[in-house]
């Protein structure tokens, strides 16, 4: 796909194209899933020592660091962070980069996070011409398992200290060449439940010498869906949505016991404590009413993606100068989708942006077995990282901090 007209390039950004390609197709091959990154996170850690970079590897079990000082010394350090982990899915294309590794795949673009955070690094290491110091995180098991929750808790930012920390990820539907962000939230959290209702097994035909478990589920079901709607308030946002239920093995039976279990999603902490608090009532009530009872399990995986509002102005100016201020959209619909970015940005102030991937159409869309990352978009994104990183580590920055 070509690189709209309106979009500012970097010249060494666009001469690195081919090489970035290179590096994206060769992860993409290679896909590897949660904490499993080991040929990823080798590939990433020999390309940032090849560029100068100081670098530090196994945090969070397979996450790389790397470390670059600019020229001009300095007190401020910042952080630029990408998703290196693929997901358990079969690939449905067939071109050459297709991924190698059955039942895995890059089916939401890290490896085009990691291509373009490498390809920013090289340049800025060409040309430091900054103040201060400049991380990059390249982060292992974004999806489900919480990595950057892993790295945090091993100590990232107590070992590599940072005054803001960056995200950005692909996001197809929004068109190449646009970039979208906002201050506060702008992705969901992203909670898990499992609710087991017990009852007492019996004869399908004789239903009164038990306690029908499977009925006592399904009214359950219905009932949590009354959270959002008569627990908050109405402009509180929040997502229940049950995605699992089993229970019982034949025709004949009524089992003892069903399973449900689902996600809940919502952009407020005290959201995420009504919708806890209200399930586990419901549970309890609507098993008891039909002479049941209930076991609720409620994890809380990833908080909500709330971008900090001066770094967010800040990222603004510079997608503006990078796509023309037209192409820039200052207040998207945030998504209920989650990213565990959001436990950097728990720590750190900082901005998320989505990099418009261009149409969602066919497979290209995320999580889809026939989804691929944009080339186009590697230059645009290495553009970005390199603008961002030697506005906020410029002269007048380190002046102000």
């Not at 005054?163 to 979208?180: E, Q, T």
């Not at 995320?366 to 390199?386: E, K, M, Q, R, T």
Request: proline share 5%; hydrophobic share 40%.
């Amino acid at each position: 796909m070509t690189i709209p007209e309106n979009v500012r390039l970097n010249p060494a950004a666009t001469a690195l194209s081919a090489e970035m390609q290179a590096w994206r197709h060769h992860l993409h091959a290679h896909p590897e899933t949660a904490f499993e990154e080991h040929e990823t996170s080798a590939f990433v850690a020999e390309k940032l020592r090849a560029f100068g970079y100081e670098v530090a590897t196994g945090l969070g079990r397979t996450g790389v660091v790397g470390t670059l000082k600019g020229r001009h010394g300095g007190q401020r350090a910042i952080a630029l962070r990408a998703d290196m982990d693929a997901l358990h899915i079969h690939e449905a294309n067939d071109f050459a980069h297709r991924s190698v590794n059955p039942g895995r795949m890059h089916a939401c673009g890290h490896d085009g996070h990691t291509a373009m955070l490498l390809g920013a690094a090289k340049l800025l290491a060409d040309d430091p011409d900054f103040h201060g110091t400049l991380r990059v995180i390249f982060q292992p098991a974004e999806e489900n398992e919480g990595g950057a929750r892993e790295m945090i808790e091993d100590g990232l930012f107590d070992r590599f200290p940072v005054d803001a920390v960056y995200g950005m990820h692909n996001w197809p539907g929004l068109p190449l060449g646009r970039i979208a962000l906002r201050p506060g939230p702008m992705m969901g959290s992203y909670d898990i439940f499992e609710i087991v209702v017990h009852g007492k097994g019996s004869h399908a035909a004789m239903p009164h010498m038990g306690n029908d478990a499977i009925t006592a589920a399904g009214h359950l079901l219905t009932t949590l869906q009354t959270i959002p709607g008569r627990s908050l308030h109405p402009l509180d946002s929040a997502v229940v949505s049950a995605t699992q239920i089993f229970g019982g093995d034949t025709w004949n039976v009524i089992p003892p016991s069903v399973t449900i279990r689902g996600t809940v999603r919502a952009f407020k902490d005290s959201v995420q404590d009504t919708v806890e608090a209200r399930m586990r009532v419901l549970a309890e009530h609507t098993a008891a009413s039909f002479g049941c009872t209930a076991e609720v399990r409620y994890e809380r995986r990833y908080p909500a993606t709330v971008n900090s509002a001066d770094e967010t102005a800040l990222c603004a100016e510079v997608a503006a100068r990078l796509v023309g201020a037209d192409n820039v959209d200052h207040d998207p619909m945030p998504s209920m989708g989650a990213e565990d970015f959001a436990f950097m940005l728990k720590q750190r102030p900082g901005c998320y942006v989505w990099l418009g991937n261009g149409p969602a159409e066919g497979g290209c869309l995320l999580h889809n077995p026939g989804y691929d990352f944009n080339d186009a978009n590697l230059a645009i994104g290495a553009s970005y990282w390199v603008s961002l990183t030697k506005t906020l580590l410029s002269a007048e920055a380190e002046v102000a901090a």
